[in-house]
């Protein structure tokens, strides 16, 4: 097994509070509860959405599976409920 270097483990993670900082230093004023209420409808909107998109890919996912003739039908069961 090879040795990978340490800092090329760890750089998605020091991206990702690279990220999470800067956001928390630029946005401080954006990111509010008052900021929130104020757009409320516009992000249960969003909300739906994703939920309605990611659900739409199971389906389509489910219907792939029934043309190969469910031949992936059996290790993914719980699939097959929800559409």
Known sequence: MSKTNPIVRLLPLIIILAVAI???V???????F?????????LILLLLAS?????????????????LAGFYSAPFPAYSTIC
């Not at 900021?35 to 516009?42: F, P």
């Not at 939920?51 to 043309?67: A, M, V």
């Open 22 to 24: 800067l956001g928390v």
């Open 26 to 32: 630029y946005l401080r004023d954006d990111l509010t």
């Open 34 to 42: 008052d900021a929130l209420a104020a757009n409320r409808e516009a």
């Open 51 to 67: 939920i309605s998109l990611s659900l739409g890919s199971l389906c389509r996912e489910r219907r792939l599976r029934h043309l």
